[in-house]
């Protein structure tokens, strides 16, 4: 499954993509499975959007897409169907802060 | 003629500052990374166009670059620090015990003999090596198992490994400074450590002699004479004759001996710089001055160099990475401020000039002396 995926400008520039990417995601489509993928593809953002070691969420990061936030859902759920079918992009969100 | 280049980690991305050897005209590049903070920024001095920095975000976490062009193109590096066995913990600031966590990297030592090695200093304390030029890296887990280490705190910038002094002329000979705990040497490469904190005195602790609790915020040797070691503590510039074996204080007549930086002379093994903060609570010059105090006769006696820093309104901090000298002659010292200027002096510190006033708060200051 072609699965479309947004990542915060930072990451973006990490990875040197303009804007969203597309993974090719093997099997159910979960939150694991596309950062699976996504981390095969641009091996740079290991350790940048979970844990190297405990694969947790990093926690200033949110997951959203098709107007939910998946962040708290287990990482092992499949995802809406929109976003398997590459209707809706996986979102990866960095939290606002500053003034 | 020789070329200079200095390498400026700040809050906000890395900069490239170049001259020729005249110091005079400074081109500025960056920044690189930018809206990333760059803890540190340093070059190999096996191949000085191999160039490494220490990338960090609260959202991102950490990642490493590499440069094999001097900063023209870059690669990310390998970011999985792994701490070797059992975790175990530390002291929180409260004493109560905390599981040792990885933060960030505060410093990257490349080895001063082979091309691919380079050291880690991490947060929350401990030493890594990498052999492959930082794709992959491996704690030296001697240090963070050293009998003391549950007793470790934090400083307030964290529980820190700042500080990697490698002896050029004893092979596996390596100092580490950490941010609360003191100096550990090796003599093995990095497998076993000790402590080496006798004479230093810190008020804070129960005991100010204690063997391991001391807030070290900067340790320099010049590599004509590795065992003497130069320290700024928290409070009190040190000095050791003996590989630190054991230390005497050599703040002499500073308006204030708190501070950050401590670096050596070039060519005067003697002769040696630190920045006066006026206090731990307050972290800006005294009298709002920024001066730079030199000692030609290794502490004790020192002078303020003024001619070119502001003397007046200044209110801004050194932070330890950010002072360093290039091996020109006559010597050139560099330092930034976290208020975002980088001054050098061409001529030992006598006099001073803003190279760049506007860069983000300035976190690391290294140079590189190129052919």
Same mark, same amino acid.
């Given at each position: 499954?072609?699965?479309?995926?947004?990542?915060?400008?930072?990451?973006?520039?990490?990875?040197?993509?303009?804007? @969203?990417?597309?993974?090719?995601?093997?099997?159910?489509?979960?939150?694991?499975?596309?950062?699976?993928?996504?981390?095969?593809?641009?091996?740079?953002?290991?350790?940048?959007?979970?844990d190297q070691v405990t694969?947790?969420?990093?926690?200033?990061?949110?997951?959203?897409?098709?107007? @939910?936030?998946?962040?708290?859902?287990?990482?092992?759920?499949?995802?809406?169907?929109?976003?398997?079918?590459?209707?809706?992009?996986?979102?990866?969100?960095?939290?606002?802060?500053?003034? | 003629? #020789?070329?200079?280049?200095?390498?400026?980690?700040?809050?906000?991305?890395?900069?490239?500052?170049?001259?020729?050897?005249?110091?005079?005209?400074?081109?500025?590049?960056?920044?690189?990374?930018?809206?990333?903070?760059?803890y540190?920024?340093?070059?190999?001095?096996?191949?000085?166009?191999?160039?490494?920095?220490s990338?960090s975000?609260?959202?991102?976490g950490q990642?490493?670059?590499? #440069?094999?062009?001097?900063?023209?193109?870059?690669?990310?590096?390998?970011?999985?620090f792994v701490y070797d066995g059992p975790t175990g913990t530390h002291q929180w600031y409260d004493?109560t015990p905390h599981p040792w966590e990885f933060a960030r990297v505060w410093h990257?030592?490349?080895?001063?003999?082979?091309?691919?090695?380079?050291?880690a200093g991490v947060e929350d304390a401990a030493l890594f090596?990498?052999?492959?030029?930082?794709?992959?890296w491996?704690e030296l887990p001697?240090l963070r198992g050293h009998?003391t280490a549950a007793s470790w705190q934090p400083g307030a910038g964290g529980m820190c490994l700042h500080t990697v002094?490698? *002896?050029?002329?004893?092979?596996?000979?390596?100092?580490v400074a950490i941010s609360s705990a003191g100096?550990f040497? /090796?003599?093995?490469?990095?497998?076993?450590w000790?402590?080496?904190?006798?004479?230093?005195?810190?008020?804070?602790?129960?005991?100010?002699?204690?063997?391991v609790g001391?807030c070290?915020?900067?340790?320099?040797?010049?590599? #004509?004479?590795?065992?003497?070691?130069?320290?700024?503590?928290?409070? *009190?510039?040190?000095?050791?004759?003996?590989?630190?074996? /054991?230390?005497?204080?050599? #703040?002499?007549?500073?308006?204030?001996?708190?501070?950050?930086?401590?670096?050596?002379?070039?060519?005067?093994?003697?002769?040696?710089?630190?920045?006066?903060?006026?206090?731990?609570?307050?972290?800006?010059?005294? *009298?709002?001055?920024?001066?730079?105090?030199?000692?030609?006769?290794?502490?004790?006696?020192?002078?303020?160099?003024?001619?070119?820093?502001?003397? /007046?309104? $200044?209110?801004?901090?050194?932070?330890?990475?950010?002072? $360093?000298?290039?091996?020109? *002659?006559? $010597?050139?010292?560099?330092?930034?401020?976290?208020?975002?200027?980088?001054?050098?002096?061409?001529?030992?510190?006598?006099?001073?000039?803003?190279?760049?006033?506007?860069?983000?708060?300035?976190? /690391?200051?290294?140079?590189?002396?190129?052919?």
């Amino acid at each position: 499954m072609i699965v479309r995926v947004a990542l915060p400008a930072h990451l973006r520039t990490l990875a040197r993509v303009g804007g @969203e990417v597309k993974v090719d995601v093997e099997g159910p489509v979960t939150t694991s499975s596309v950062l699976d993928a996504l981390e095969a593809m641009y091996p740079m953002l290991r350790g940048t959007i979970r844990d190297q070691v405990t694969r947790r969420r990093r926690p200033f990061l949110r997951f959203f897409a098709c107007e @939910e936030d998946l962040s708290h859902d287990s990482p092992d759920a499949p995802l809406p169907g929109a976003v398997a079918s590459g209707a809706e992009p996986f979102l990866v969100i960095g939290a606002m802060a500053g003034g | 003629m #020789s070329r200079i280049r200095v390498l400026v980690g700040t809050r906000k991305g890395a900069f490239v500052l170049t001259s020729d050897g005249t110091r005079a005209r400074w081109d500025v590049d960056g920044p690189h990374f930018g809206g990333w903070e760059i803890y540190h920024f340093k070059g190999s001095t096996v191949d000085p166009n191999r160039l490494y920095a220490s990338q960090s975000s609260s959202w991102f976490g950490q990642v490493i670059q590499r #440069s094999d062009d001097g900063g023209k193109t870059w690669e990310t590096a390998g970011n999985k620090f792994v701490y070797d066995g059992p975790t175990g913990t530390h002291q929180w600031y409260d004493g109560t015990p905390h599981p040792w966590e990885f933060a960030r990297v505060w410093h990257l030592e490349p080895s001063l003999t082979e091309r691919d090695t380079v050291y880690a200093g991490v947060e929350d304390a401990a030493l890594f090596r990498s052999a492959d030029a930082g794709q992959t890296w491996q704690e030296l887990p001697g240090l963070r198992g050293h009998g003391t280490a549950a007793s470790w705190q934090p400083g307030a910038g964290g529980m820190c490994l700042h500080t990697v002094v490698q *002896d050029p002329s004893r092979p596996g000979r390596i100092f580490v400074a950490i941010s609360s705990a003191g100096v550990f040497r /090796s003599d093995d490469g990095g497998r076993a450590w000790k402590p080496i904190n006798r004479g230093l005195r810190s008020e804070q602790l129960p005991d100010p002699q204690a063997e391991v609790g001391h807030c070290v915020h900067r340790i320099a040797m010049h590599p #004509s004479r590795p065992g003497v070691l130069f320290m700024q503590k928290h409070w *009190d510039v040190m000095r050791s004759d003996d590989g630190g074996e /054991s230390w005497r204080e050599v #703040s002499g007549n500073l308006p204030s001996d708190f501070g950050f930086p401590i670096d050596v002379h070039a060519h005067e093994p003697e002769t040696i710089y630190v920045v006066p903060i006026k206090s731990d609570s307050e972290h800006y010059p005294p *009298d709002g001055k920024l001066r730079v105090y030199r000692s030609r006769s290794g502490g004790h006696e020192w002078e303020a160099l003024t001619r070119g820093l502001p003397q /007046s309104h $200044c209110y801004v901090n050194v932070l330890r990475d950010a002072m $360093c000298v290039d091996s020109l *002659d006559p $010597c050139g010292i560099y330092f930034g401020t976290t208020g975002g200027q980088v001054y050098a002096s061409a001529d030992a510190g006598d006099t001073w000039t803003a190279i760049v006033r506007d860069l983000p708060s300035v976190v /690391s200051v290294e140079v590189q002396t190129l052919p």
